[in-house]
């Protein structure tokens, strides 16, 4: 691993490629330096994988953990680096088939949420 | 959806360019036909994610859920799809964060066995 | 499996016995159709189980995913094909000792949202 | 709830009656207690639920959790209680689509081989 | 185990001691009956563990669980049990690395929340 | 976060004191480095809990998670740091209320099997 200072630099440009924004203070520096830092600062900077790659699991792994509040966080990200609806829509369905149709259903509700503020223009940018 | 015999053909076709090999008969017709004639036929084949996206999502489902046998096939179809080992790994790695250090050692371990078995002339191969 | 035609109409036919309503066009109709032609149409109406049978075992394990738009849907489901109150919440009940007592008291409040709406007039039910 | 020695006396009958044999002492007396006096004689011996939707429930959440040990011990215990092979082989293909192919896949292979050592005579009994 | 009377009395007890208040009636009169007397007054009084420890164990599965509305409950009875706020956050933290970053993200989102209804004097007690 | 060589050294300091034993080289450097010095040079070595209470912590999740590997390893950590094997039991016992049935029976099962080879003389030992 590397010197704190630039992986902290790391991190936030990813977090910022990823999300599209700053990370939020929030309430907890030390777990908010564990995520920039370590886990956008040096996991996710790690070769054999893009970025957009990244997306596809983290968003997989959120999905079929149910914690809504974050897959609408990281169905953000995949919008931001590019990813089409459909193609948002086609791995939650996947998932009906890899998780279960409780997955695939809560997945299609929340995508459904953000697409629509999207579209009417509400704010739904999240923290990771 | 489509006629039965085209949506057997194209799942038959699926699988075998998924896994390399065709489907074994099993014990259970029906849930193979299931998985031949629906999931592959009718699923792997929709539009907006290619087949080695859908490998993705799968063995990270499939890494997520711990099921050590399943796992086992979707790394030797990850692997006859051409995806490097380097990069099967960094998938696991990635999962170290997203579902727990617990699934990234069990996915880990696994691997490290399909790849012992591939290197020393072992059949490594399973129904999906 | 069958003709599209006929599956779909299963489909229906099935959906509406179990929820006691025609499906919502929803946001997904990709989804959708998978769900009423081949879920509705094509899984809940195999042999072997009856269809209250199904319901519970669907109802146990959307328990379990505490998905919890998704048990109230289901929970709407059992009452609507004659399950009686004591029995759904005699099933949760059991689930505290095979998946854990936050399993539990999260189905519990839910069933008490959906009873208590039910007894007041307001409208719960909710696309599968 | 009730007295302890009608509580033990029920559950030693309610666990009988399930796996079709005596408990076996095992390594850890107090956890044994707690099942055979509290899970069998105060849980499944409660009303609104017949011993096969229990059996049903419980067969399914084990299923979902994919702790083949016990699986297999409750398929015996479906088994015992007069379901046939093709409705215990329903109820895993309904978890195909409620909690996921690897759920399902998990389940059809320690039924092929629960059913497999009953063909040829092997002792496949387990303690709850 | 031991006598009704006795098992109900010790059981309200440990639960006031754990949550700092007596149970709410509620609408399930037998689950609550079976979280007073046999959880609380027949397993977290039991010995080897502390009732501190045994906060420490119901807090991480409830957190692993990510069941929100009992997430808050626990959280409040460590804060009750003396635990400090600290303490509480570095748990979540951990299971950031043994459950995966949506289990901690999930968490302190829940955290902060009952810490920022006490700093203003809301009411956070639930029922467990 | 810290200097890389203190950060290792201080890792492979935090994991003999855990697992009692120098980590084993195994099959991917990188992963073993993230473990060493990132999860337990920077996060086993936090404030705000004792080393005993993390391991704790590790157990439940471990235990939780039904990763059958990985909770021998952590058996053996918690009585290599002088966890009595009544108090490991209980803690299992505790997880069959707050994870179910199937998970307690998993998790006793495994204990069974440490403590057996322990008892006869068979070497436990496994990396993290």
Same mark, same amino acid.
């Given at each position: 691993m590397s010197q704190p200072l630039a992986r902290h630099e790391r991190g936030e440009a990813m977090f910022k490629h990823v999300f599209g924004r700053e990370p939020r203070p929030g309430s907890y520096p030390d777990f908010l330096k564990l995520t920039i830092?370590? !886990?956008?600062?040096e996991i996710w900077t790690r070769?054999? !994988?893009?970025v957009e790659e990244r997306e596809l699991i983290a968003l997989t792994a959120v999905a079929l953990a149910r914690t809504d509040w974050e897959l609408r966080g990281h169905i953000g990200a995949a919008l931001h680096l590019g990813m089409p609806r459909e193609k948002i829509v086609e791995i939650i369905i996947q998932l009906a088939y890899y998780g279960g149709w409780p997955v695939a259903n809560n997945g299609l509700r929340i995508a459904q949420e953000v697409f629509a503020e999207l579209d009417t223009g509400k704010d739904t940018d999240h923290d990771q």
């Open positions: 830092d370590h !886990l956008f600062g070769p054999h !994988l893009s």
